[in-house]
């Protein structure tokens, strides 16, 4: 169970906080907002249906059997929302794992990392999964192409593609069309579901069943989850809770950047991954009327309790900019108790017999009150538990939440276009044909910026 309260915004919790009506102006839009979300949930706003897809789960299950009796090694392809799922769950419950079955995300192209890689693992006992959307991510393509002749050169053709598996459109670029030429298996990212939405597709659920995730329980929760942010009564939806804090945050109380720090190692990880959800999702020049609006909400990524001695500084008493997404995991936390190691010593005395977990609960409700205490913004998400459903469930969350946010602020979420004259400049210099336009106009820039 995740719950999401807003109390951190308002008077008298937060020092210099709003008055409880402020919520009243920001309802009719959300409500406009989910409506509007819910009406395209069968065109093209994907994500909510993909926890209840089961076929999919059966045929994630079958091919990671496969893989599993080829490859003790899978190495993942894929960048942006074609990677950094996958990454968040992995990283969740990495030390819980069985580590026959390894998984290395290759989310660059800095040759170091690859090429290391390489040398370590062996061909015979490797897999690859390449995932991209649209087959034309040239990060993702150059990786596969180094990858396929890896596998090719050692153990042939048809090995190689028996280790290969594709996660891509299902009906077109070149990924679509390879898997059809050359027979490689090939898994949908449903037309409907973007990059960063994708998560709970075959994008982050291959690589999490081949590391031994309990990946029907993460789709289960995500599914009990879509229930709750697809309720029309906005007080029973904790995406329309979450959606009216970061807007409040923003629009009322001037606050630019939303930080995302769980108490929980754990959940490190799912701070990338809520970065890039925010950023790509918001961050857009123009409105959906087509004029320049400049929107956004800076995501920042921290951890408790170990940002409070690196961030946590300039979120009291630098700008007040910040709001702050504070995670807490309620209960289901290791037993560690600090034992009576210098019992006489006055310093530490004070922490014999307390369990590690009530350090770090202690350490996020002081955090807490700082920053309320200071005026900065708190919104709280509490994790009862953290475990594969509730994981699936807090994805569920920030996408349907960020959806919502983006209507509200009158964007479009989903897509991209500020990436796409980057990607095609990239191209351009690389000499794909089609992008002479772009290669000059690149060439024009840099003639103006001596010493890059
Ligand atoms: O969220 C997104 O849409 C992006 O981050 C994409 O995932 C990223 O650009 C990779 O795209 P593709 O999957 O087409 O390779």
Same mark, same amino acid.
């Given at each position: 169970?995740?719950t999401v309260a807003i109390d951190g915004l308002f008077a008298p919790a937060l020092e210099g906080g709003l008055?409880?009506?402020a ?21 093209? +706003? ?109 153990? !042939? ?84 809770t979450l959606?009216a804090g970061a807007v409040l945050a923003q629009?009322r109380l001037g606050r630019q950047a939303l930080v995302y720090m769980p108490y929980s190692?754990?959940l490190?990880?799912?701070g990338?991954?809520f970065?890039?959800?925010w ?18 909400q800076i995501p920042i990524a921290a951890v408790g309790a170990t940002d409070q001695h690196a961030q946590l500084q300039l979120f009291v008493d630098g700008p007040p900019v910040f709001a702050v997404l504070l995670l807490d995991v309620a ?28 350090v770090l609960a202690a350490e996020r409700r002081a955090t807490r009150a700082a920053l309320l205490d200071a005026g900065t913004p708190v919104i709280d998400l509490r ?38 004259? !980057? ?10 044909? !089609? ?7 690149? +060439? ?9």
């Amino acid at each position: 169970m995740i719950t999401v309260a807003i109390d951190g915004l308002f008077a008298p919790a937060l020092e210099g906080g709003l008055p409880r009506d402020a919520l009243d102006a920001v309802c009719d839009e959300l409500r406009h907002a989910h409506r509007e979300l819910m009406s395209r949930r069968d065109a093209d +706003v994907g994500f909510y249906d993909v926890p209840t897809q089961s076929e999919v789960l059966r045929a994630v299950h079958a091919e990671v059997t496969r893989l599993r009796s080829l490859a003790d090694d899978l190495i993942v392809l894929g960048i942006g929302g074609s990677s950094m799922g996958g990454q968040a769950i992995l990283a969740a419950f990495e030390p819980t794992l069985d580590r026959s079955f390894r998984v290395h995300f290759v989310d660059n192209v800095d040759p170091d990392t690859l090429g290391g890689l390489l040398e370590r693992l062996e061909p015979p006992r490797t897999a690859v999964i390449a995932v991209t959307k649209s087959g034309e991510t040239v990060e993702t393509l150059a990786q596969l192409l180094i990858l396929r002749r890896w596998l090719r050169v050692t153990l !042939g053709q048809g090995e190689m593609r028996a280790r290969m598996t594709f996660v891509t459109d299902p009906a077109k670029g070149l990924l679509h069309e390879l898997a059809q030429q050359e027979g490689i298996r090939s898994f949908a990212i449903p037309a409907n579901v973007g990059g960063r939405y994708s998560v709970l597709t075959p994008v982050g659920l291959l690589p999490a069943a081949f590391a031994g995730v309990d990946v029907d329980a993460l789709l289960a929760g995500g599914a009990a989850m879509v229930e709750r942010v697809t309720a029309d009564e906005l007080t029973d939806n904790p995406a329309c809770t979450l959606a009216a804090g970061a807007v409040l945050a923003q629009q009322r109380l001037g606050r630019q950047a939303l930080v995302y720090m769980p108490y929980s190692d754990a959940l490190r990880h799912t701070g990338q991954w809520f970065v890039q959800l925010w950023a790509e999702s918001l961050g857009k020049r123009q409105n959906r009327l087509g004029q320049e609006v400049r929107a956004g909400q800076i995501p920042i990524a921290a951890v408790g309790a170990t940002d409070q001695h690196a961030q946590l500084q300039l979120f009291v008493d630098g700008p007040p900019v910040f709001a702050v997404l504070l995670l807490d995991v309620a209960t289901g936390r290791a037993k560690l108790p600090v034992p009576d190691e210098l019992s006489d010593r006055p310093e530490v005395g004070f922490l014999h017999g307390r369990d590690l977990a009530e350090v770090l609960a202690a350490e996020r409700r002081a955090t807490r009150a700082a920053l309320l205490d200071a005026g900065t913004p708190v919104i709280d998400l509490r994790l009862e538990r953290l475990d594969a459903a509730t994981l699936g469930g807090l994805f569920v969350l920030l996408e349907a939440a960020c959806a919502c946010t983006g209507i509200v602020m009158g964007i479009n979420p989903f897509d991209q276009p500020g990436v796409e004259v !980057g990607k095609r400049m990239a191209l351009g210099l690389l000499g794909k044909p !089609g992008y002479e336009g772009e290669r000059e106009r690149l +060439v024009a820039r840099e003639a103006k910026t001596p010493g890059r």
